[in-house]
C-alpha cells in the first residue's frame, strides 16, 4: 500500500530564504508525482508535476525533483516572501484512468515572516 | 477554456439529513472524476472515482454516494449524514497536457459541517 509522507509537518522562515520541503513514498511504482498548495479554507491549486521519467521540474521560484528510485521528492522555494505563507501537499499517482487517483502526505504547512 | 466548479461553498447540516454536492466540469469531455474528502487533522482521501457517465467505483466504504448523470456532472450524496462526515469536499479531474501527460485540477471545495 502506497504511502506518502511529508517532512517537517510545519516549517516558518523568515522572508527572503531559501527552502527544501521533502516528501517519500513507499512505492516506487508511480506514474507521476504532483505538488499542490493549499491555502486556509480553499481548494487545491497545481504547482507542479513531475512524470516519472523525468527528474525535475522548475515554475518560476519553485523547482521540484524526483529520485523515483529512493522513492523521495523535493520542493525547492527560492528567495521566500509571504505570500508563499500555504499549506504544501505532495501526492503520487499510480497512473491514468482508474489508476489515476491520487495519494497525499499531510502537507506541510510553511509560513514566512516578514 | 477548462474550469471546474464546486457548489455550494460551505454548508451546515443537521445529523440525518441528505446531503447533495455538485461538481461540474467545463472545457472538456469525457474527464476522468474524483471526489476526495479532508478531514481534520488528517490528509486527502479518495472517496470516489469516475471513467464515464454512470460508471462510479468507491475507495472506501461509508455513509456517502456519488453519481455521474452527465459527462461532466458529478455529484456526491448522502440520505442521512453522519457527525462523521464533516469535512472539506474536494472534486477534480484529471486534464491532459502536452505529450499525453496528465495532471490533476481541483475544484475550490465545500467545507460540511454536520451538527
Known amino acids: 500500500k502506497q504511502e506518502v509522507t511529508q517532512i517537517p509537518a510545519a516549517l516558518s522562515v523568515p522572508e527572503g530564504e531559501n527552502l527544501v520541503l521533502n516528501c517519500s513514498f513507499t512505492?516506487?511504482?508511480?506514474?507521476?508525482l504532483q505538488w499542490f498548495r493549499q491555502d486556509p479554507g480553499k481548494g487545491l491549486t497545481s504547482l507542479l508535476l513531475?512524470?516519472?521519467?523525468?527528474r525535475e521540474q522548475t515554475s518560476g521560484r519553485l523547482n521540484a525533483s524526483l529520485d523515483k528510485s529512493s522513492g523521495r521528492s523535493t520542493l525547492y522555494i527560492a528567495a521566500s516572501q509571504p505570500g508563499d505563507s500555504a499549506t504544501y501537499l505532495c501526492a503520487v499517482s499510480r497512473g491514468g484512468g482508474s489508476q489515476g487517483n491520487l495519494i497525499f502526505g499531510k502537507g506541510t504547512k510553511l509560513s514566512v515572516k516578514p | 477554456s477548462q474550469t471546474i466548479h464546486q457548489w455550494p461553498a460551505t454548508l451546515v447540516q443537521p445529523v440525518g439529513s441528505p446531503l447533495s454536492l455538485e461538481c461540474t466540469v467545463e472545457?472538456?469531455?469525457?474527464?476522468?472524476l474524483y471526489w476526495y474528502r479532508q478531514a481534520a487533522g488528517r490528509g486527502l482521501q479518495l472517496l470516489f472515482y469516475?471513467?464515464?457517465?454512470?460508471?462510479i467505483s468507491s475507495e472506501v466504504p461509508q455513509n456517502l454516494s456519488a453519481s455521474r448523470p452527465q459527462d461532466r456532472q458529478f455529484i456526491l450524496s448522502s440520505k442521512k449524514l453522519l457527525l462523521s462526515d464533516s469535512g472539506f469536499y474536494l472534486c477534480?479531474?484529471?486534464?491532459?497536457?502536452?505529450?499525453?501527460?496528465?495532471?490533476?485540477?481541483f475544484g475550490s471545495g465545500t467545507r460540511l459541517t454536520v451538527v
Open positions: 469516475s471513467i464515464g457517465i454512470d460508471q
Open positions: 472545457g472538456t469531455s469525457n474527464p476522468n
Open positions: 513531475i512524470q516519472s521519467s523525468q
Open positions: 477534480a479531474w484529471i486534464r491532459f497536457v502536452t505529450g499525453g501527460r496528465h495532471g490533476y485540477t
Open positions: 512505492d516506487s511504482a508511480i506514474y507521476n
